[in-house]
Nanobody, 123 residues
Framework: QVQLVESGGGLVQAGGSLRLSCAAS????????MAWFRQAPGKERDFVAA????????YYADSVKGRFTISRDNAKNTVYLQMNNLKPEDTAVYYC????????????????WGQGTQVTVSS
């Protein structure tokens, strides 16, 4: 069982930066592929970024490539999402997710989800 708690969301102007954190409980965090998804009002939940269990492989949605960076610290049971050059269209609730080995853009393989953190980007 893994519990995920996101933090770091907030209100920022376009062009600004935020760093989201996702703290995970459980002793086997290092076994899990991790990802960030987001959901804007009235829209489906979309993939943002994913990282392998050892951090060696990452995968990004085209819309955030070059602006967002996913990373993890297995010693701290935490995964991060550094978001730079934010745009109003990045406004959404951001969710952290964990999978038993998968790391990719599909949401179904992720077994555990956090409650989400709101990111609002003003123009």
């Amino acid at each position: 069982q893994v519990q995920l708690v996101e933090s770091g969301g907030g209100l920022v102007q376009a062009g600004g930066s935020l760093r989201l954190s996702c703290a995970a409980s459980g002793r086997t965090f290092y076994n899990y592929g991790m990802a960030w998804f987001r959901q804007a009002p009235g829209k489906e939940r979309d993939f943002v970024a994913a990282i392998s269990w050892n951090g060696y492989s990452t995968y990004y949605a085209d819309s955030v490539k070059g602006r967002f960076t996913i990373s993890r610290d297995n010693a701290k049971n935490t995964v991060y999402l550094q978001m730079n050059n934010l745009k109003p269209e990045d406004t959404a609730v951001y969710y952290c997710a964990a999978s038993g080995g998968y790391f990719g853009s599909a949401s179904r393989p992720y077994n555990y989800w956090g409650q989400g953190t709101q990111v609002t980007v003003s123009s």
